[in-house]
């Protein structure tokens, strides 16, 4: 990604070679040489994976507003995890189709409205990917899941102060829920636990 870098241009790293070692379903890791600003070669390790869309679906109930997630089991962590619905990029897949069939195949609701409210690098010290977040609304519910053969999930109506409460406490310990989150007020100016 090009990045008008200025007064920091100093700080650049310039690749000179890259070996892929790993390769996975999910995933390739490559060790990549580079030229420090300072002359020197080092090596390191990046992980290459699709891009991921992240979909915040909002829907209004009698109780006020809430969000709808996905409950399931996440194997780096070894516990259950409380989130909103996404994952990887199909081939040939844009942000919003990805977002989009996300939110239908794990949670059986159609987004009326659905518009990007932000990107992050999920980890840039150690990943070349994006994650892109979407905010949905207007949901229109489906006949059912459409889950892949290794997913298991559940889908659950969660209010907003109640994902705000929980943040860093499980079920609420994926990183990129916080982010969501954050997102989500920025878009929406609704306030903290709302």
């Known amino acids: 990604m090009e990045n008008d870098n200025g007064p920091a ?3 650049i790293w310039k690749e000179t070679g890259r070996q892929e070692v790993y ?8 060790d990549t040489t580079c030229l420090s600003p300072e002359g020197e070669t080092a090596v390191f390790s990046v992980i290459d ?3 991921w869309a992240i979909v915040i679906p909002v829907i209004e109930t009698e109780g006020g507003r809430e969000f709808v997630m996905v409950r399931q089991w996440r194997h780096g962590s070894q516990e259950l995890s409380l989130e909103f619905p996404g994952g990887g990029f199909e081939p040939g897949e844009n942000a919003l189709e990805a977002a989009a069939r996300e939110l239908q195949e794990e949670t059986a609701y159609a987004p009326g409205k659905i518009r990007k409210i932000g990107e ?11 994650v892109h977040f979407f905010l949905a609304e207007d ?8 889950l892949d053969k290794d997913e298991f999930v559940d889908v659950e109506l969660v209010s907003a102060a109640e994902v705000f409460q929980g943040l860093g ?9 916080a982010s969501a989150y954050t997102l989500y007020l920025q878009a929406t100016g609704h306030r903290i636990g709302s």
């Open 9 to 11: 241009a100093h700080l």
């Open 23 to 30: 390769r996975c379903k999910v995933l390739s890791i490559r």
């Open 49 to 51: 994976a699709p891009d």
């Open 120 to 130: 992050f690098s999920p980890n840039p010290a150690l990943m070349s990917n994006r």
């Open 139 to 146: 949901l229109k519910p489906l006949e059912s899941q459409d």
């Open 169 to 177: 406490r499980p079920p609420y310990m994926h990183a990129l829920m």
